[in-house]
């Protein structure tokens, strides 16, 4: 799909900064490079060989060997007049094949992490990072410069080069925005954990809405979905706790999640999972104002639901009778369960502190109480926090854009069950993110989406709604041609190698990403057919696979974990208890060569044999529990396209049940 990329026109505008030794590569006048032109939505077409005004002048700052991971080449740099900086790690030339690999997050620095760069110079790729903004034009010019840099440093003149995008979450914004709206600057693209348009704030206002309600109960969730629970974790639960966790699941909180309860309903978070309600204080200005007197908000719903909302409520006006330099002493407060989100007001205007709700001291942030005094009036009220969650409940898009999650807030016509905002905030957030881009599913080069099912953060139906748009856009013979969804289970939104306890019950999905840009390299440069996608159903919001490797596919392989047969047993301190499970590789995604016991929840692994690598094995074991309790046994897996263990792209799973010892 991709005309080969001309490397000179992307060193327009070079400046060497002083010190530095650089051998540009031939390049076209700053007078004879278009600028890139842009689309009605603020979206940038960039090429290979158009010139962005604003990264037009990059700067080399500094070059140096390194043998750190790995022997490399470093180059670092900025992009004059811009806070973008970018650092290029060029591997051996008898390592290169003429590709490179670009991470890209919103937040992140110019400095890739060493198995990044690792891993790159092991696939024949060099890495380039730059420091995270919004968009993808800073990567887009940083991709283009640093053609020109590898083509200096290999000598290797007019040979094409390859390049790939990928990003996780907000970066899979970016990689969307960069593959829809570029061409000649990337041939592939690895979107993980996906966001859309609906994601931000929806998918953390409706988990802060269900831990009002389910807080709880959420021990009781928890129990029901994991290894060896009922299996329905709406018994025992009231109409409105039932209720609740029914919306909640329909709009895409997976079920299983609920396994690590505390994380879905962001009970050890900062904000409550209201980060976002900055923004929408400031878009929506009046929201807060309509939630408490308005029909058709639950601030003055008359319902259960109403009613639980009204009681968390704090909205006092207190009075100060103490004063020192730093802290205010407060009378007139109710009985306050939770000081998250309360905000501080005098007739002056806002106060930020931080409120002892047992003994009424605030201490004011800054240490400054000046102008505060005995009996001045201090309003307490927590109305922002309360109304935010369930912001998504007004914020319902349109029924043709094809959110049938969203159908569990609308009625039996299609219409939403509640007053909408004049304002669709998801939208304009993904907008900024994405860098103007608007999902339209015109990719512009292959594609493997990487998504994961225990996902609580980016809702796994994302994907899945995504690859109908690229369907949608380009045809079934082109998606195919071009598209692929690799859905993983027992992996969630997070970054690394899980640790402690979690590390137990959930894979790290980097080795995936590693196996999915190999892929996709592969795809675009030798025209390799990867894996076909991973087959799945979708349903009231919840993304379900089949159970065997071959009716599944991907890139996964599946595990299956039995204890006796089952996937709970109840047994004697001191009994011999024994395990076998069945692990299959997926259709084309190599053999198993790895296995590993966690006999205790601890998410410390005992390597298992897995005898000779080959596509399906069985493993057993037997142990004995001397101390009562219950216990969650795990079988993690590895597959890979090698007939040998090795440090990259291994791709794991795992299947837990429960052991229940008793005296």
Known sequence: MLRPRSLGNAATGLVLAAGTVLVPATAATATT????????????QITADCVDPAYAKPVVDTEQDSTSPVPHHRITGHFDGTDVKFTVYLPPARQWQGRFFQYTYPLTDQNALDRVVAFGA???????????????RHAAATAKFAETLAAAYYKSGNRRIYGYLYGPSGGSYQTVGAIENTTGV???AVPIVLGVPTSIPTNFFVRAQARLVLRDVAGRIADAVRPGGSGNPYAGLTPVQAAALREATALGVPLRAWADPDYVLGVN????????????RQIDPGYAGDFWTRPGYLGTEQSALGDIVRAALVDVTATVTAVTPTTVTLTGLPPISSTLGLEFSTGAGPLTGTLDAATGVLTVTGGDTGGLTAGTKIRVDNRWFVALPSYYRHQVPAADQGYTAFDVLRDASGQPRYPQRAVQAGPLIAGGITGGGTYSGAINGKVIVVDNLLDSDAYPWHADWYAQRVRAALGDRAFTANFRLYYNDNADHLEGEPTGAKAGRIVAYDPIVEQALRDVAAWAERDVTPPRSSRYTVTAGQISVP????ERRGIQPVVDLTVHGRDIVTVKAGQKVTFTAGVQAAPGAGVIVSAGWDFTGSGVFTPASVGRPRSSVTV???HRFTAPGTYYVSLKAAASRTAAPGTYAQVENLDRVRVVVQP
């Open 33 to 44: 490079a278009a600028v890139c032109a842009t689309t009605a939505t603020g979206a940038l």
């Open 122 to 136: 092991a696939s024949g790729a060099y890495t380039v990072q730059a420091s995270g903004t919004q968009g993808y």
């Open 186 to 188: 990337w041939d592939g």
């Open 269 to 280: 978070t900062t904000d409550g999972l209201l980060g976002f309600g900055a923004v929408i």
């Open 547 to 550: 159970k065997t490797a071959s």
């Open 620 to 622: 057993t074991a037997s």
